[in-house]
């Protein structure tokens, strides 16, 4: 019996082995098993000490070259952490629990100054140094609360360590880090399964990065404002694959966002697809050949097993970032148009080349950011808990981080021009962030925040003399209005605070930092096809970007000079005291048709069409009037029929006068949008280049017809008594035709032209129509030849001038279309031209 | 002469044409237009009020009928012709026997209430006739057809065992309201399947009478009918169910109004050959009502606490499920069918309609199924399952006796039973098709592309998630030529 009852047992434990193992087995790792190797090499299960990241992954790989041939560990992040914190000097100790929320160790936190830390006195022999931290980024589940926490307290040494608490191996006593016997096997190696060693999934990434959400499952939110939300906080990016209707943020009209917040990681394009190791093997297929020119493939490629030992960790920058030594733009590897081409998905858009040339894909793909961000931060004061004030955009009441009882309805990105590799520039989607705290002294040093906090904060609660100054309704607290150095007299007792903590000549400054958005992209229909967002008098392109609602000291910032982001704006001041920045496209460089519409040329135009119309109305009632007068009269002369326009002369004048016409009045919807809108914008431009080829061909086959049938004659002013003949031309216009006086010359087939029309055709058919046809064609040719257009001054230059020559045009067509009444009959013209034959009066004594 | 010439000039004819097709060709071009799915719905034609034309006095159902047929003389026997009528097919090869077999719900067993064999007059409730109360019913008298069950509109017809009006129905009011057929027409008894609201199907159930948007985008959001996609001639509605059929004849799909690509992203579309349109546009059923996703006849008999949806002694133990996921299975819109008498291995589950497929048929998609699980009733000595009488006289339900329910099925049912009887498990697929989201809701990506997906991707016969590894290649069939001679 007891034997039976001990096999039971037996079974059963073997049953539940079984189990366990099989309930253990996580995703695919084919990392091999190690042991956790101390900063002197030795196990940690002998030692007891921290693990090393350094030495325990060093067993295989070559972890001095990772640190060193990477961006992560070499990051000198400042920004934010303090006020401008570029010039901020302090120990290394302090740099590190500074940054420790944003930097995964090494590089500048392993190598210490020893000159700064001596002053400091901090011990480095007790804490350690933070060295580069792979299970970070390459364990699933790491405890980065553990690993900061560990930093916070000094406790350098055990970050690593505090990183794996998630998985059992380690477990944390109120004594400190102890290590889990029973998760190591008898030769010392971590035990299978338990430390899966793994390519960094998104979740990782987003731990320092922003929001990227690996689990679908669980609901998006943004919970916090702290800085390992960076991406998130600076600009709104949100890398999830989940659809903004199921996250777990109150939205503004959630519901109809099915659309995800990203369409790469929708894709399930992951954070390291991208943002990959530059000698990966996989990717080398790609990779361009340097060498002989008959070589299509590489084949002499890595191999894996030496990328395995020395993988780069100098992942793709992003693409705005600039070498601070060089000062030009660094080479982002990965970019949209690494994996897309642009063409043939884009057919709907007219001169899509152009498009790409002067905006990022960014510019459309990410058109709108749906959730908050900052905006403003206010480190000349502090608030009860020693914080700086931060105001954020996308959210009600701008306050961070979001609760579920504000509507976050996101933010239009500002369009900023960015330097590309190739020359040039293109519009990139940004967050602008305003910053103001203190400076002391001559150089723009910012002045500590633990003194702003002492200046303003005494036991816990506002000093006295700051909340005499800043209490205005002396109900001992400070509220929104309050809390803000907008009066002179507000500024002055903060300066005096700062002068009696011993600080020479504070004062505020300002600035403002963009933030380039590549992310949260989108594709379908969150994607305008609207060409009138851009191509209007209220552009999308200019669309002011509020900067901050209130400038603290009345200090208006400076745009920051470190980014390459061009600054093609100026800074305006809004009502209420609201800071703009109003980008300008003509500053950039641009001349947006239908956007960028010169005043001047409008003005002419409009004072050109009006004076001609003008014109017509006195002549025309004049001539009715007298015509009134004269009704009884006799006909003078004798009138006949001649045949006086040839099919093919109707034909090309038919097609060159409706294509004209047309061409006006696309081009006046090209022009003015806003005001004129006919044919939609996008078939505008269109029917408009197809017109304009038609009447070049036209007018080419037009002037051979007249070349070669001798026709020209017609318009070749004969020298011998032209001006004597121009003027009694002239005459009749002015005194003859409201006399019913004869014309002057016979229309005949050989002589259709009087001299008044040969002088004008000649204007406009060597100054006007060339000048038209070529910047017209220069102006379509902007795609095709854009080194041969920006030579000749580019849209900026070309469009203004072909503006006021279609203006001079419509002029020309009005006057045109009235002096065909001034025929025998006021139809007679008109009538010749459609059906070729026309009654004149006949002259028996032939002037001309 | 010419005086008088014409305004008109063929020159401006010729000017507009050279200006108008270049324009016309140059125009910017916006994505195409997808197919109109509205085309593919019949058109509604208002249906006659009948409250004038049906006088009475009704004393019964054949009554009625005669009424219709009045003015509708073909339309018994155009029912009479159908599946609906005959709960039979027409003869179909089935795998494992030589001849075509007329198969229906007639002579097949499930694995709910198993068969109708000795159990007619319950059954036939939902039989669109009246009087089917054992098999000497006959099918050729069309005045027991009942118009009723699928035209009247008042809401207050009932039918009861053997497919008899209620007793307090009043038929005059009833046939008053005759009509096109609603969705509650045929949800009286599609709805009900298997004994109750939503237990059989899981895509239909009692919510789709007036459902919301999220639960059947056509029905909800567009007010579609039933007989909108399952198109009607003469009585014939189209549509099919491996429950009781195993071809495709008469089905209906998708694609009978939307395109094949119906999708504005081509990635998408390149979905549509391998993964079936309900697979992403069902991600859910039983929506709004549990649906019945086990059934142990074994556990009856027992005087344990009753609960419609756990435990009732009359059919043993159940579980339910609301907001069910589907599992996925390849299938090409054929099944294979269990056939009483058919040897059974009791020791694994047996599929009593395995959806037909695999990866390597290139007609084959991956489908949505609810997959019904049972433990049943079989003869343990033929290895052949049985068919127990429920109701009645020596009827499980009244008498609690397995063995002689059996005894009695089997004579009805013209199968042998040995006298030795255990329980079997057994599965019974249902291919989803209603119940359909738009965009909304559909699955991502990631639903099925990644680790812990919905996709067991090895099962389907894939090396891999097909995101890394690649589709299938189905190779089009090479038609090798005849030597030359």
Known sequence: MMRMAHITIVLLLVGVIVALAQSAELPSSIHPTFPLLDEVGANVLESDGPASAMRTCGQCHDTAYIESHGNHASAELREHVEPAGRNLEVGTAEWIRLTCERHVGGGPAAELNRALDDTTGWNWDESGIVELNCFLCHTPNPDNAARIEAIKQGNFRWASTATISNSDVVVKSPDGWSWNAEAFSSNGHVKDGLLPIKDPPDENCGLCHGLADDDPRLPVSLTSCGPEHWSTITTGQIFSSQRLSESAMNLAGKQSHTRAWDVHAERLVRCVDCHRSPNHPAYCENAPVSGPSHLRFKSRGMAIGEFLRRPSHDFSARSSAIDSTTGRPVDPKRRCESCHDSEGIHDWLPYWKRHMAVISCEVCHIAAISAPTHRQIDWTVVTPEGEPRILCRGIEGEKAPPTPDRLIDGFQPVLLPRPELGGGQRLLPHNMISSWYWAEGDGATPVPTEMVRDAYLSEGAYHPEILAALDQNDDRQLDESELRLDTASKVESVKRRLESLGLDNPRIVGEVRPYGIHHSVTRGEPVTRDCRLCHAGDSRLSAPFTLASYMPGGVVPGLVGDTDVGQSGELMMGDDGILLYEPSTSSAGLYVIGHDSQLWVTSIGIFAVILVLIGIFIHGGRRIQAHRRRETEEQQGRLKEIYIYTRYERFWHWLQAVAIIILILTGLELHIPDSFALFGFGNAVSIHSTLGFIVVINALFAAFYHFASGEIRQYLPEPKGFFSQAIHQARYYVRGIFRNERHPFEKTPERKLNPLQQITYLVILNILLPLQVLTGVAIWGAQRWPDLVTGVGGLTILAPIHTLGAWMFAAFLLMHIYLTTTGHSPMANMRAMIAGWETIEEHGDNES | ?485
């Open chain 2, 1 to 485: 002469m010419n005086r008088r010439r014409s305004w008109r000039s063929p020159v401006i004819v010729l000017v507009l044409a050279v200006l108008v097709f270049p324009i016309i060709f140059f125009l910017p071009r916006g994505s195409e237009k997808l197919d109109d799915p509205w085309a593919g719905v019949p058109e509604r034609i208002p249906s006659t009020d009948h409250s004038a034309l049906m006088k009475g006095p009704f004393p019964d159902g054949p009554s009625v009928t005669r009424a219709c047929l009045e003015c509708h003389p073909d339309a018994a026997n155009d029912v009479m012709q159908t599946a609906h009528w005959k709960w039979e097919g027409d003869p179909v090869l089935i795998p494992g026997h030589t001849t075509p077999i007329a198969i229906g719900k007639k002579i097949l067993i499930n694995n709910f209430c198993i068969g109708i064999q000795s159990n007619w007059s319950g059954c036939t409730s939902c039989h669109p006739g009246y009087g089917w109360v054992d098999e000497s019913f006959s099918f050729d008298d069309p005045e027991t057809v009942d118009c009723l069950a699928c035209h009247e509109r008042s809401g207050n017809y009932a039918k009861t065992d053997g497919g008899y009006p209620a007793e307090d129905v009043d038929l005059l009011a009833v046939a008053k309201s005759v009509g096109r057929s609603s969705r509650e027409n045929c949800g009286s008894c599609h709805f009900r399947g298997g004994g109750g609201g939503a237990v059989k199907h899981g895509d239909l159930d009692p919510s789709l009478i007036n459902p919301r948007e999220r639960v059947d985008v056509h029905m909800g959001r567009h007010g579609m009918t039933c007989i909108d996609c399952h198109k009607t001639t003469k009585h014939l509605i189209t549509g099919r169910s491996i429950s009781v059929s195993v071809d495709r004849a008469h089905g209906i799909s998708c694609t009978d109004c939307h395109s094949s690509a119906p999708h504005a992203d081509e990635r998408i579309n390149g979905h549509t050959g391998a993964v079936a349109c309900q697979t992403c546009h069902i991600p859910e059923v039983a929506i709004r009502e549990a649906t019945k996703m086990h059934w142990d006849w074994s556990a009856a008999g027992q005087d344990l606490e009753e609960d419609s949806h756990a435990y009732l002694k009359i059919k043993g133990s159940f579980e339910y499920e609301k907001g069910l996921r589907p599992e996925y299975y390849w299938f090409n819109g054929e099944a294979n069918r269990y056939l009483l008498g058919d040897k059974i291995d009791p020791s694994a589950p047996t599929a009593i309609n395995m959806p037909r497929g695999g990866i390597a048929d290139a007609t084959a998609r991956i489908w949505p199924f609810k997959v019904h699980r049972g433990n049943q009733i079989y003869d343990t000595q033929h290895k052949h399952f049985l068919v127990p009488k429920a109701i009645g006289e020596g009827g499980y339900r009244t008498e609690f006796d397995w063995d002689r329910a059996v005894r009695l099925g089997s004579v009805s049912a013209g199968i042998e039973y040995s006298g030795e009887y255990g329980f079997a498990p057994t599965e019974m697929y249902w291919p989803l098709s209603h119940m359909v989201t738009d965009r909304t809701n559909v699955l991502q990506c990631r639903d099925c592309h990644d680790e812990g997906g919905l996709m067991d991707w090895k099962a389907l016969g894939y090396s891999g998630d097909p995101i890394h590894w690649g589709g299938r290649a189905i190779r089009p069939v090479v038609v090798l030529m005849e030597p030359a001679r």
